[in-house]
């Protein structure tokens, strides 16, 4: 189904499998953090990152299965996307409620939550297509993807720039 698209699906599931081993250093930042702000980012912020980066992977994984048929894929689309536009309706609820930020639950509000359901969704829309059988099947999916990679990159770094100002260097001094 996917012939010709090999290499960005190499590409982007690669990425997505290096970004899900880097959020690893990125949770290493929220040592000596408060434990409730730790757990509510956890389930707001680094869980749903995770997953967006997962379905990239599982997805560029399917789409190079050379046994997977489009049916099978489309079905599996279809699924992640629902499960994903749900988190992201579960993130803009719980920040909306709770902004961590004072001076930016917008920016918080559509970056980790809005934008990545608003992606969900399309991604539901390309399984559409690949169940369907439409000749654009396969550039749906992939824009979809790719758009889900670049949410999960500047959700990763802004993870990071939040967070690496108040960690301590070994010694427990500040910088």
Do not use: C
Request: a neutral charge; zero cysteines.
């Amino acid at each position: 189904m996917f012939e010709g698209w090999e290499n960005f699906y190499l590409i982007t599931g690669g990425s997505a499998g290096a970004l899900i081993g880097l959020m690893f250093v990125v949770v290493t930042l929220t040592a000596g953090r408060d434990r409730d702000e730790v757990e509510r980012g956890k389930h707001l912020y680094t869980s749903p990152i995770v997953w967006h980066l997962a379905v990239i992977l599982a997805l560029s994984a399917g789409a190079m299965a050379p046994t997977m048929p489009a049916i099978a894929f489309g079905w599996l689309a279809a699924g992640l996307a629902l499960i994903g536009a749900t988190m992201g309706v579960r993130s803009t609820i719980g920040i909306a409620r709770r902004p961590g930020a004072p001076k930016s639950p917008l920016f918080d509000l559509f970056w980790y939550g809005i934008a990545p359901a608003i992606a969900y969704v399309g991604l539901g829309a390309a399984a559409l297509t690949v169940l369907t059988g439409r000749p654009w099947a396969n550039s749906a999916i992939g824009a979809d993807l790719l758009a889900l990679l670049m949410i999960s990159i500047h959700a990763e770094w802004d993870l990071v720039t939040y967070l690496a100002p108040i960690a301590k260097p070994e010694g427990g001094q500040d910088r």
